[in-house]
């Protein structure tokens, strides 16, 4: 797990980070790693991520057997009762061969598992095959298409220059048509005209008129009569009435040929697509498989050497012994409830991307996945901020994982989904609509209760047949959280969900997909008309008008106030961060200035006494919850 910027500072700051994590070169056009020292303070205002003090406990529970897991479910339960959101983030299974019975159970699983693993393979296999096999034809036709493509546009191309009268430019489109339908010309003879006779075929007349293949090449599709051939070519009647014959019946074949590789591409696509569709199907469904074989490990397998095993307190060489380990978050919203306002702030929706934190890079890689605006409210506006950023780049380094800016505006919206309420009727009158997500209403608050509970189960089976089971909280935290460290928090967990999935595709042979990138599955007319928008491939022609690009300068002009004004703010913000690093090697302050930023600024009076009982009552009520449930005395 990564370390997250802790404070407020003062009173209590956090040392610089180092961070390695790839960045984009626009001058380069590429992906450069670089390395930078982070500032982890979080400054009053810019967010709260502390412990209470007394939400700390290294809790030992022993139970006889199968009560302790049981205590641990009925903690989860009770957590989405109370409206915590609850996350598994880590967990592994480690048994002892000592401990026959449950080693073969477990092990007997992890065999069951091999078996499905290994027939997912064979599945997955044929269908790669089958991938390839319909990708090798898609290939050709995707190059027929691309040659009458180019070709439709010289000829486009030609007609403007036409219109225009300028001979020069009239002279380059001519000679770049001719280059273009130089290609499916010479296609036309190889393949059909060849097969038409050798008496009557091109080749077989070039004897004759050596020069006639030439000019066949030099023809358009507009010399339709013998006259208008023999006029330009300036040949014989005789050979321009065959190269008339020849051009009708190339031009036959090009308009019939086109239909046939249009629908045909089509079609073969569309197999391509269910293909790949069916081999990320059989791929996901082998990702929750070999992530349960690989968290079963033998207790020998991490083992150094002889001497681990023979200086270990718990003898996992001569014991029964089982360990089951994982850790779960868990949070949710809570409000300070002495306030005599206590919800003061008020998300308007919606808002800018420039208003929601987002800069010039993250507002364009937003848009081209289709996302304009900020459409939910949230209780802490901006959601991007300098935290989440130095989160982000964290993850990159720690995890190998790079999250993307839809990342976030996704974790703002699952948070938003525990704000929103029902409808009273649902637009078919049938009654009462279900909740946007199920579980109680959050407060709308940016205040938000951290749970981290790690969990060490040991189970121990005694030479005499006795059997105990110790649940291990080492140790259970309670934290103070902002809206910006719990979206870092949900931001890691689907680095970790995704750095996992990511390990079982290479071990797949799959290439993986950059996260957040897509939304879902793209419409196969959609990508057919992004492929070749020429083409019209419901009635298997070339489109007539072709759909009109949107001028750039016209777009720089009514966007350039608006941009050099962000531009501005961007810069102003950049030296903000800046001038902290600055007055620090002076000596100074860094608050000398002040920061507009939604959280607590007055930590001194209102965080000590009023805003931390929130977390320290809520450890207090799993502290009391566990205890309760094992049994303690006094309880």
Known sequence: MIDYPGGPCPPECEKPRKAKYKKWDKKNKEWVEVEEELDYSMYPGEGIFAPPFEALKYLDLEFPMGTGSGVYISLMFQLGKWGYARADVKHTIDVSPVYKEYYSLIMDQKEKLEGQVKNGFASLTQAIQDFELIDHDLRKYAEYLKWFRDLERAKRDLEEVKKKNDKPKIEEAEKNYKEKQHIIKAMFIDQVDAHTGESVSLRGIAPRWPTIIADFMDLYDEDVTDKDIQDRLNIPRAEAIILKTKNELYRYWKETFLTNIISRYKRLKQMALAR????????????????????????????KGAAEATYNWSRLDAQAIALDEWEVWAWKPFIVKEEPFPNVRFAETPISLNEAGFNKEEREQLK???????????????????????????????????????????????????????????????????????????????????????ILRYVLKLPNGGMMEDMVFSPMQSFNATQNIIIGHMLEIKAIREKERREIALLLGLETEKLGESGGITGLDD?????????????????????????????????????????????????????????????????????????????????????????????LEVDQFLKKKAGVPGV
């Not at 498989?289 to 397998?301: G, M, P, Q």
């Not at 491939?537 to 106030?561: M, S």
């Open 527 to 619: 990508i057919l008309k992004a492929e070749y928008p020429e083409f019209d491939f419901e009635e298997g022609k070339v489109k007539e008008k072709w759909e009109e690009k949107e001028k750039k300068e016209e777009k720089e002009k009514l966007n350039k106030f608006k941009e050099n004004f962000e531009n501005f703010k961007e810069k102003f913000e950049n030296f903000r961060g800046k001038s902290k690093k600055i007055l620090k090697k002076l000596g100074l302050d860094p608050l000398l200035f002040w920061y507009p930023t939604p959280y607590e600024k007055m930590m001194a009076e209102r965080m000590t006494k009023m805003i931390q009982r929130g977390p320290g009552m809520a450890f």
């Open 368 to 454: 081209k996945s289709g996302t304009s605006e900020i459409s939910f409210p949230m209780p802490a506006i901006p959601i991007m901020d300098r935290h989440v950023r130095n989160i982000m780049k964290m993850i990159e380094s720690d995890h190998g994982i790079k999250l993307s800016v839809k990342s976030v505006v996704e974790c703002a919206q699952d948070i938003n989904k525990r704000f929103s309420t029902p409808d009273v009727y649902s637009t078919r009158r049938t009654g009462q609509s279900s909740a946007v997500e199920s579980g109680p209403r959050w407060e709308f608050s940016s205040q938000y209760i951290f749970l981290r509970i790690p």
């Open 276 to 303: 790949k569709f069916s081999i990320k199907d059989t791929a996901d469904d082998l990702v929750p498989i070999i992530s349960r074989y690989k968290s079963i490990k033998d207790a020998r397998f991490d083992m």
